[in-house]
């Protein structure tokens, strides 16, 4: 039986990129086109249909980036991070740190060292055994 088109491509790309790889790789990527190409295009159809119109590469074009404002997420900048963490470190004071040498603990509510239970003593401790 002779493998689809799309399938010897996908094999061909991994063989100019990558000299070795496991026979499932080819099947995982062909899926993964294939789910990939049918949301693009369905989101291509969606956007024509609002315009009355045949699916053009505007349409798969802002499909594309739909897509990948949902699928990709990008965080905030290393210059918004540093801002906001001067804006923090201004509202909060660190406290001051001892100069004697020795182990730093943290104030003794916040202290998991200390014991957390109690004894109680009974006036009647009798024992059967």
């Given at each position: 039986m002779?493998?689809?088109r799309e399938y010897q491509s996908i094999k061909r790309i991994l063989n100019s990129?990558?000299?070795k790889?496991?026979?499932d790789v080819p099947q995982v990527l062909h899926e993964f086109f294939d789910r990939y190409a049918t949301e693009i295009i369905s989101g291509a159809k969606i956007h024509a249909?609002?315009?009355?119109?045949i699916i053009s590469n505007e349409d798969i074009e802002l499909s594309i980036?739909?897509?990948c404002q949902f699928s990709f997420s990008t965080g905030p900048t290393l210059e918004e991070l540093k801002q906001q963490?001067?804006?923090i470190n201004k509202e909060k004071k660190l406290p001051n740190v001892s100069d004697k040498p020795a182990l730093l603990?943290?104030?003794?509510?916040?202290?998991f060292l200390a014991s957390n239970y109690q004894?109680?003593?009974r006036d009647n401790m009798d024992i059967d055994i």
């Open positions: 002779e493998e689809p990129m990558v000299p790889y496991t026979e249909e609002r315009r009355n119109d980036n739909t897509r963490a001067q804006t603990l943290p104030q003794e509510e916040f202290c004894i109680l003593k």
